[in-house]
Structures are given as structure tokens and as C-alpha cells.
């Protein structure tokens, strides 16, 4: 009888594996993979370029090749649209470094990184925890490179504890938005088909929301779609919470956001993950 090549594994086995896997086994197999993660890093120290020089680049661009049109259409000048925009800045950085949890994802298996993370007892979400828990450290770090460039070009940080607030909701919607990445990654057959999927969700996001300029010259349609854009809540709660105004709609608002994109996305992560083939 000829030889027949055996199916895939299903993922039952997967799921009743993780089951028997303690919370105190899942934070320690988590651990583990930050700890691998970040000894890549320290690797591959060119991995951390974007992070550092994003905040720098985006923010010398915005001040000081629209700050003086914008902010004089804000009642002030330069000076006025750099307290406008650091804030809605810190809502870009959250969103835009997400895309690269899944690239490296995508990487991962390409490599064959992740065939060996699966055949090994571990917990299957503690991989994908692990991930995104690099992945906010590489936010946070950018939003430090950003504050100090913000700084450097007058930017006046009066409410510290609002600054602290702006950067655990940022982190908080940050982490949310990584698991439509990470399943991205799983699904995706190539990095690059990640990173050109991520464009075409963030640019019209980014660029359709309140982070670089205020909506109300916008056409109605637009207008409409920044109402309802998550980043654009998100930069204005932050604006509230870093240089005074209103906060609370914006900032229960962009909670629900996190909440249920994590809600809808996490679980089918973690699925698309334990049953790849």
C-alpha cells in the first residue's frame, strides 16, 4: 500500500492542550517569549528604526510644514498647532506601530519560527500575549521619542497625570487594535501583503480623523466619517486630558472601541492561530 501523507492535526488537540495548561503556566510561558522577543530585539537593533524615528519625522514634518497655515486657522500660529497636534500625534503612534505585530508575525512563520513555538507544550495565546506585549513597549518608546521631540518644539506638558491617562488609553486602544494585525498575519501569505493591507487601513483612519486638523472645514460626508472614526475620539480625549476641554464622551467612547474590536478580534485570532495548517 503506497504511503499517504497524514492530514493536518486538528485543532482540538491544540485547544484540549491549553486546557490543561495553568494561568500560572500561561504567565510563565508568556514570559519566556517577551524575554525571546526582546533578545531580538537586542539582536536586531535596526528593528527599532521606525520606532524611533517615526515620532521624529511626522512631528518636525506637521510643525513645521503646516503649523503656521493650520495654526493660524486655530486663532494662533505655530505655537498653537503644536499644543493641537502633539496629542492627536500620540493617537497616530498608537495605531501606526500596531501593524508591525503583524509583519513579524507573518515573518515568524514564514521562518518556521512558529512551527516549532507549536509543537512545543505551551500555551497557543500565550504567543500571541507575548507579542503584543513587545509590541506596546516599542509604542511606549516611540511616545517617550515623541514627547522629547515635542518638547524640543515648544510643546508645554502642564498636566502630567493627563499625559500619564493619554498614554494608558493610547496603550489600551493600541493593544486592541493589535490583534486585527496579528490575525492579519496569520491569514496574510507574506509580510508585505501585511504591511499593504495595514496602508489601506490606516491611511484613510488616520488622515479621516481629527489628529493633524481640526474637521470642521471638511466636507460633510467626511466630516460624518471622523464622527465615527475611533482615532479621532481617541485624539481628541487626549487633547482633553493633555491641554484641557472636554473628555468624557470622547474618552468612554474610545473604550468601547478597545473593548470591542478586542472583544470581536482576540478569539478570532487566537483560532485562525491554533488552527493554521
Known amino acids: ?43 536586531d537593533p535596526e528593528s527599532m528604526a521606525d520606532a524611533l524615528l517615526m515620532p521624529v519625522v511626522f512631528t518636525l514634518l506637521f510643525v513645521f510644514v503646516f503649523g503656521g497655515s493650520i495654526g493660524q486657522a486655530l486663532g494662533g500660529g505655530q505655537d498653537q498647532y503644536v499644543q493641537y497636534v502633539i496629542p492627536g500625534m500620540i493617537a497616530m503612534m498608537s495605531m501606526t ?8 508575525f507573518c515573518q515568524d512563520f514564514d521562518s518556521g519560527v512558529m512551527d ?9 495565546g500565550s504567543v500571541l500575549f507575548a507579542k503584543i506585549f513587545v509590541e506596546l513597549l516599542r509604542m511606549l518608546f516611540a511616545t517617550a ?28 486602544f493600541a493593544s486592541s487594535i493589535m490583534w486585527v494585525f496579528l490575525t492579519l498575519g496569520v491569514v496574510m501569505k507574506s509580510a508585505q501583503s501585511v504591511q499593504a493591507m495595514g496602508f489601506l487601513v490606516l491611511f484613510p483612519l488616520q488622515f479621516g480623523s481629527s489628529i493633524f486638523a481640526p474637521t470642521t ?6 466630516e460624518a466619517f471622523t464622527d465615527y472614526n475611533p482615532l479621532s475620539t481617541l485624539a481628541d480625549a487626549a ?31 487566537i483560532h485562525k492561530f491554533r488552527t493554521k495548517s
Request: glycine content about 10%; aromatic content about 6%; overall charge positive.
Open 239 to 269: 487633547r482633553g486630558l493633555m491641554v484641557g476641554g472636554p473628555v468624557a464622551q470622547d474618552l468612554w467612547v474610545t473604550l468601547g472601541w478597545s473593548v470591542a474590536i478586542t472583544a470581536v478580534m482576540a478569539p478570532v485570532a
Open 217 to 222: 472645514s471638511m466636507p460633510g460626508w467626511l
Open 97 to 104: 506601530l500596531c501593524q508591525g505585530v503583524g509583519t513579524g
Open 1 to 43: 500500500m503506497s504511503a499517504v501523507t497524514a492530514p493536518a492535526a486538528p485543532a482540538a488537540p491544540a485547544a484540549r492542550a491549553d486546557a490543561r495548561i495553568t494561568l500560572r503556566g500561561h504567565l510563565r510561558h508568556t514570559g519566556a517569549l517577551v524575554r525571546r522577543n526582546l533578545l531580538w530585539i537586542r539582536q
Open 116 to 124: 516549532r513555538f507549536r509543537s512545543l507544550p505551551i500555551g497557543r
Open 145 to 172: 521619542v515623541l514627547m522629547v521631540v515635542a518638547v524640543a518644539v515648544g510643546f508645554e506638558i502642564t498636566d502630567w497625570p493627563g499625559l500619564l491617562a493619554t498614554v494608558a488609553l493610547s496603550t489600551a
